[in-house]
């Protein structure tokens, strides 16, 4: 498997992901965010080196013929996939050979604010785009973005993308300690995603080493931080040895639950009691409760 391909590997979010990356010799970002986990570089306008969409596409046919079984192309890069020149072509000609596979596309958003990035996002099945903050202050300390970013273009931005964008739109906002880890941050947000209207949003924290002297914070506090976004489909990346408090609720606390805030399935695996599953579970047959599957993730709703 060449630079270029990786994986594939396997996603909570989104299946079976085999990756492309547009950047693999180097980082070339117009972030440099605390918590990544590549080195520290300073950010840029746009991409130094460029590989070319043949070399791209070639490498992408042969990976299909051998991975057959994936659920998902993955558009990323050791930086920032949407400054890759030549994306609008890139897009057309996975389009033509992806068949049933949906195409994705990881980026930190800041490109949003460009009609022509727009355009070419508006054909891909999956976009998800970052959000760490709703401010000006904490967006620069936490993305460090190339000078010229300004986050609330972005959110104007991603405002004007939603209403064309057909597909699944994907907000992550990860949450590291002592930036963006307070109530007051996350409404905020808040108030910036019920217009954005996102039809997942992701919440996660650092898993990785980062860049930075940064830490992360509890899947608890995720928990916490998630319940100021209302009305929104939130999946909280929960650390695989995470164990939660286990609470009983009853028919109609099941059902109020819900209607305030969409629950995954890991939420229900993870918060349910025995006896509040099963009562869950009677209310799913009797269709008081339905499940939707949004860009690979599980929710249920009233």
Do not use: W
Request: proline share 4%; aromatic share 6%.
């Amino acid at each position: 498997m060449s630079e270029i391909i990786f994986g594939p590997v396997n996603s909570r979010r989104f299946g079976k992901s085999l990756g492309i990356d547009l950047s693999p010799a180097l980082k070339q970002c117009n972030f440099d965010c605390v918590y990544c986990e590549l080195k520290g570089a300073k950010p840029i306008k746009e991409m130094n080196e460029v590989i070319l969409v043949e070399e791209i596409i070639a490498s992408l046919k042969k990976a299909l013929v051998k991975y057959s079984d994936i659920d998902v192309i993955t558009l990323t890069a050791n930086g920032e996939p949407t400054l890759y020149p030549n994306l609008r072509e890139l897009v057309d000609e996975i389009n033509k050979i992806k068949g049933a596979h949906k195409l994705l596309m990881l980026s930190n958003g800041a490109s949003i604010v460009s009609p022509q990035i727009q355009n070419i996002l508006s054909k891909i099945d999956i976009v998800k785009l970052s959000l760490d903050c709703a401010t000006q202050k904490c967006f620069k300390k936490i993305d460090r973005p190339y000078c010229q970013i300004d986050i609330y273009k972005i959110i104007e931005s991603m405002k004007k993308f939603r209403k064309l964008y057909k597909g699944s739109f994907v907000i992550e906002i990860l949450v590291v300690e002592g930036i963006n880890d307070k109530i007051e941050e996350f409404d905020k947000l808040n108030d910036v995603l019920k217009e954005i209207k996102p039809d997942r949003v992701d919440i996660s924290t650092i898993d990785r080493p980062p860049a930075y002297k940064v830490n992360m914070v509890s899947t608890d506090r995720l928990k916490e931080l998630s319940l100021c976004l209302k009305g929104l489909h939130v999946s909280i990346a929960y650390r695989k040895d995470y164990e939660g408090k286990k609470n009983s609720f009853n028919d109609s606390q099941i059902l109020n639950l819900i209607a305030k805030r969409p629950q995954s399935s890991e939420d229900i695996n993870l918060s349910f009691d025995d006896g509040s599953k099963k009562r869950f579970e009677m209310l799913l047959e009797k269709k008081l409760i339905h499940e939707e599957s949004i860009a690979g993730t599980i929710f249920y709703v009233v």
